[in-house]
């Protein structure tokens, strides 16, 4: 038995962290001198740290605990799955009935045609996947030079070589030489930061009209796929304007471009609608989901792949890929637990009906303190725009990030998990979100954005 445990001092947990932990997503050796906050419990919506104190997670961990934290029944399926059949393959002409019955159960769930599953560990390989898949297809199809990905700047799709690629961040790209062959970038839906005199339609319009423009540039023979989440998490909860996904579908259908909807937060719920492409009524060939299918409880990912893809690809012989992990039996049968909850709880309902209403009435209240210029929310999916400026959506002089790190900090110490990406905060709370813990969260939030703005106007910096 290992002897570590919660039991020992914060401190000393801090420091065998720091001597061996590389935490993703971070300079090492500035948290090494700083400490990592350790978690040791959570229930609900709040987690708990090593000295005691309550946080509540306004972020569902990654944007993934949608059922929160918890969940007696899962604990129960999963150490089920681990006593009858903890571990088998898919690989050669075997199955197992979890692999079964979550591939059923998601056929039943998705939109449209969406009847097959590849499974993946998580949402960056089940990306890869895609890129293998898609120029796999139109190679089967005869057309082995349709084989270029379109995707957009400030997109995230992952961190493997190929999640990265597909991801359109630059300081991602600039470490390990990416982006990798045959994946290019055009520009994406934020009309707070890009969209300056147009109105927000005619930026959509504008923007999804950029992929058009890049299929004639490269030729619509050589794009095999265009790829994008139906609102963009990572890159700073970017809702697009209403025209922009009509015109994407229009352009895709009108190009023989396959359309991969990323929904790995926006999937099971997060939008108000099970799939985001519901909720922007999107009819995507290809869907990438992970997270919120099994909401964190075990990791599984997966690709859902219309009838004409998932058909043509089993006419074409091998498909030459797979993961040791892929249709994990315990990770699917937690990941149907996991359904199970969200469908008989009805929390999407609560994300459409209940609860969300009531945090889209007052996080749009947020918009009248002087910080925040931009107060947006579709389902349980929300984010802050905090500006010197509102009337010119300036950005902060001092560079990107000024107001996000002290809010983010100012959040962290007032008990509220809340996200920045350079100044936009934003929230993607757990599903089982009530109209208290709404009240809570807006209560840290209103406090925190208080302290922010007398920080930066005590330092000069607005
Ligand atoms: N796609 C999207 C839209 C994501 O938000 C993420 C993770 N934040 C991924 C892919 C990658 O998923 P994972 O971290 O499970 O590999």
Redesign the pocket.
């Known amino acids: 038995m290992n002897m570590i445990s919660n039991h020992l001092p914060t401190e000393e947990l801090q420091a065998l962290d720091a001597a061996h932990h590389m935490h993703p997503f971070t300079a090492g050796a500035d948290l090494a001198r700083k400490g990592a906050r350790v978690i040791t419990r959570a229930k609900g919506v709040t987690l708990t740290d090593s000295n005691g104190v309550d946080i509540l997670d306004g972020m569902a961990g ?2 993934c605990v949608n059922i929160g934290y918890g969940r007696d029944s899962i604990a129960e399926v999963a150490a089920r799955q681990l006593k009858e059949l903890p571990y088998y393959n898919t690989f050669f002409q075997t199955t197992h009935v979890p692999a079964i019955a979550l591939a059923q159960k998601l056929a039943e769930m998705a939109p449209g045609d969406l009847n097959h599953v590849f499974y993946a560990s ?4 089940a ?1 890869d996947t895609n890129v293998r898949l898609v120029r796999h297809y139109w190679a089967a199809k005869g057309k082995p030079e349709k084989k270029v990905i379109i995707s957009r700047r400030n997109a ?5 070589m190929a ?1 990265a690629s597909l991801g359109g961040m630059q300081p991602m790209h600039a470490q390990g030489g990416l982006p990798i062959a045959d994946i290019v970038h055009i520009g994406q839906p934020n009309w707070w930061a890009e969209g300056g005199d147009m109105s927000p339609e005619e930026f959509g319009l504008a923007r999804a009209r950029e992929l058009e423009a890049k299929i004639a540039e490269l030729g619509e023979d050589k794009v095999a796929a265009f790829i994008a ?1 139906p609102i963009q ?2 890159g700073g909860v970017i809702i697009p304007p209403s025209t922009y996904w009509p015109e994407i579908q229009r352009i895709c259908d009108a190009h023989e471009i396959l359309l991969i909807a ?1 929904e ?2 926006c999937g099971f719920g997060r939008t108000g609608n099970m799939f985001g492409s519901q909720t922007y009524d999107i009819r995507p060939d290809i869907m ?1 989901i ?2 919120g299918l099994s909401s964190g409880y075990a990791p599984i ?1 997966g690709s859902l792949v219309s009838d004409e893809v998932a058909n043509t690809v089993a006419e074409a012989g091998d498909f030459n890929h797979g993961y040791t992990y892929s249709g994990h039996p315990v990770s699917c049968a937690v990941a149907l637990e996991n359904l199970r909850i969200i469908e008989d709880e009805k929390l999407v309902e609560n994300v459409s009906t209940h609860t969300g209403p009531y945090l889209a009435e007052k996080w749009a209240q947020l918009a009248d303190h002087p910080l925040v210029g931009e107060a947006k929310i579709v389902g349980f999916m929300g984010s802050l725009a905090m500006t010197p400026d509102k009337a010119s959506r300036a950005a902060f002089a001092a560079g990107a990030g000024t107001a996000g790190l002290i809010c983010r900090d100012h959040c962290f110490a007032n008990q509220l998990v809340m996200r920045h990406v350079g100044d936009r905060m934003i929230i993607a709370p757990p599903l089982i979100l009530q109209k208290s813990d709404v009240d809570t969260l807006i209560e840290r939030a209103v406090k925190s954005l208080d302290q922010t703005h007398a920080k930066l106007k005590a330092e000069g910096l607005m």
Do not use: F, P, Q, R
């Open positions: 990654l944007w998580g949402g960056s390989d990306n995230y799709h992952g961190s493997t999640g989440e998490g990572a990323d790995v937060i990438t992970a997270k990912g």
